[in-house]
């Protein structure tokens, strides 16, 4: 197993992913998902799409923050692995993002495979 972590001290997210025994790469996305981070957390999952290829989950228990970019970040995580034919999910987001993503009409997308 292999633990990577970022933090941008100018920015209020943390990133982290390790790589899983079995294959496949859990990413850990801590702080607030927003306007100024949104890119910065596509960016980061994105190489983890490219670099490690298998199925990658991301972890959301630790976003204290998510609007509108936020949002479209996971989407466009989620649609970058669809067109890398890699298995993308996210899990345990709080209670506020899970209706924040029900209201959406993202909880579908997101909340099923959780």
């Not at 957390?41 to 190489?47: I, L, N, S």
């Not at 609007?67 to 970058?80: E, I, K, P, Q, W």
């Amino acid at each position: 197993m292999h633990v990577d972590q970022e933090k941008d001290p100018q920015l209020p997210l943390e990133l982290s992913h390790r790589v899983l025994d079995a294959g496949g790469t859990a990413v850990e996305i801590g702080g607030e998902l927003d306007v100024a981070t949104a890119d910065a957390a596509f960016g980061y999952v994105r190489e983890i799409i490219d670099r490690c290829g298998g199925p990658v989950v991301v972890n959301l228990a630790g976003v204290r923050f998510c609007d509108a970019r936020g949002l479209h970040a996971l989407v466009r995580m989620s649609h970058y692995a669809q067109r890398a034919n890699c298995r993308f999910r996210v899990i345990s987001p709080s209670p506020r993002l899970t209706k924040l993503m029900q209201i959406t009409g993202l909880g579908e997308t997101f909340l099923a495979a959780s």
